[in-house]
């Protein structure tokens, strides 16, 4: 059993900056394939970033050059540091996990319980 807790969330003016954190449990949490999701409301969710075995760190197209995940193995936890943030930015963003082999992500995903990013105009 994987428990993510993510942090970081809060409500800032359009062309600030803000950095997500998700700490997870569990011996094998370093190893795993890690994400970020986002969902606004009436929205379906959608991948933001995503470190995954053989393919490195990925972005979705709209916040390529504004937003780097990255991930800290001692401290068991991943980040999305957001950087050029938008209006459209705002979303509920929710962590993720899922095991990783050497070639792809396979097993239960684990979500976090989302934290609140608003970036007013």
């Known amino acids: 059993q994987v428990q993510l807790v993510e942090s970081g969330g809060a409500s800032v003016a359009a062309g600030g900056s803000l950095r997500l954190s998700c700490a997870g449990s569990?011996?094998?949490?370093?190893?795993?394939?890690m994400a970020w999701f986002r969902q606004a409301p009436g929205k379906k969710r959608e991948g933001v970033a995503f470190i995954t075995p053989g393919e490195g760190t990925r972005y979705t197209d709209s916040v390529k050059g504004r937003f780097t995940m990255s991930k800290d193995n001692t401290k068991n936890t991943h980040y999305l540091q957001m950087n050029g943030l938008k209006p459209e930015d705002t979303a509920m963003y929710y962590c993720?996990?899922?095991?990783?082999?050497?070639?792809?992500?396979?097993?239960?995903?684990?979500w976090g319980q989302g934290t609140q990013v608003t970036v007013s105009s």
């Open positions: 569990g011996s094998y949490y370093a190893t795993g394939c």
């Open positions: 993720w996990w899922r095991h990783a082999s050497s070639s792809n992500c396979y097993g239960e995903p684990y």
